[in-house]
C-alpha cells in the first residue's frame, strides 16, 4: 500500500516535497515514480529512480525543478518540486514498479498511491 502527503496550495515561484510511504518490507525491490493528472486529460509520467537510487530520469516539463528521492530505510520516496507553475497545478501520484526501465517507459506499474493534490496560484 503507498499513502501519498504533502500537497497544498502554493503559490507560483514556490516549494513543496510530496511523500510517498510505502507498508510493508519490499519497497528497496521497486523502482519508484511520480505522476500527475490533470482533469480531463491522462495521467503524465513526470520522474522516476531505481531500486538503490543510482539512477533518475526526468521528462523535460519538470526536469531541473523537480527531484525524485527515495529512503529505503524509511520505505519513503520523495518529488521536491521546486519553482513551481500555475501548470504544475494536479493530483500527484506515486506509483512502483519492478522494472525501472519499463517504469521510466510507460510499462505496467505494480502498485499505485492514492493521490494528493497540488493547486499552484498566481
Known amino acids: 500500500q503507498l499513502q501519498a502527503s504533502g500537497g497544498g496550495l502554493v503559490q507560483a515561484g514556490d516549494s513543496l516535497r510530496l511523500s510517498c510511504a510505502a507498508s510493508g518490507g519490499s519497497f528497496s525491490t521497486y523502482a519508484a515514480g511520480w505522476f500527475r493528472q490533470t482533469p480531463g486529460k491522462e495521467r503524465e509520467f513526470l520522474a522516476g529512480i531505481s531500486q538503490t537510487a543510482d539512477s533518475a530520469f526526468y521528462v523535460d516539463s519538470v526536469k531541473g525543478r523537480f527531484t525524485i528521492s527515495r529512503d529505503n530505510a524509511k520505505n519513503t520516496a520523495y518529488l521536491q518540486m521546486n519553482s513551481l507553475k500555475l501548470d504544475d497545478t494536479a493530483v500527484y501520484y506515486c506509483?512502483?514498479?519492478?522494472?525501472?526501465?519499463?517504469?521510466?517507459?510507460?510499462?505496467?506499474?505494480?502498485?499505485w498511491g492514492q493521490g494528493t493534490q497540488v493547486t499552484v496560484s498566481s
Open positions: 506509483a512502483l514498479g519492478g522494472n525501472y526501465f519499463y517504469l521510466i517507459n510507460g510499462g505496467a506499474l505494480d502498485y
